[in-house]
């Protein structure tokens, strides 16, 4: 069992940043695959970025070269730093944790809300 509990959402201008924060408590932490959603009101939850427990990370092209995504196993945190924000950026961003063998684990947080607006 994950609990995942974000936060570090708020308002933004346009242009600015804002880090996001997971933080994770339970077992086998440094065993699964992190990953940032975001989710508009009405739509689909999409993914953002991710990263794997070997450290290697995936981004959607619309972040790339804007966000950075990375784990502190030790801690048990996972951090979305988002740089030249869009007003697009704005969403409820969620923070997910999943392991995958002979039974899927997937677990999400509660949310938080990133605004970017002037």
């Known amino acids: 069992q994950v609990q995942l509990v974000e936060s570090g959402g708020g308002l933004v201008q346009p242009g600015g940043s804002l880090r996001l924060s997971c933080a994770a408590s339970?077992?086998?932490?440094?065993?699964?695959?992190m990953a940032w959603y975001r989710q508009v009101p009405g739509k689909q939850r999409d993914l953002v970025a991710v990263?794997?427990?070997?450290?290697?990370?995936y981004y959607v092209n619309s972040v790339k070269g804007r966000f950075t995504i990375s784990r502190d196993n030790a801690k048990k945190t996972v951090l979305l730093q988002m740089n030249s924000l869009k007003p697009e950026d704005t969403a409820v961003y969620y923070c997910?944790?999943?392991?995958?063998?002979?039974?899927?684990?997937?677990?999400w947080g509660q949310g938080t809300q990133v605004t970017v607006s002037p």
């Open positions: 339970g077992s086998l932490y440094s065993t699964y695959t």
């Open positions: 997910n944790a999943e392991r995958v063998g002979a039974v899927r684990y997937n677990y």
């Open positions: 990263i794997r427990n070997s450290g290697s990370t």
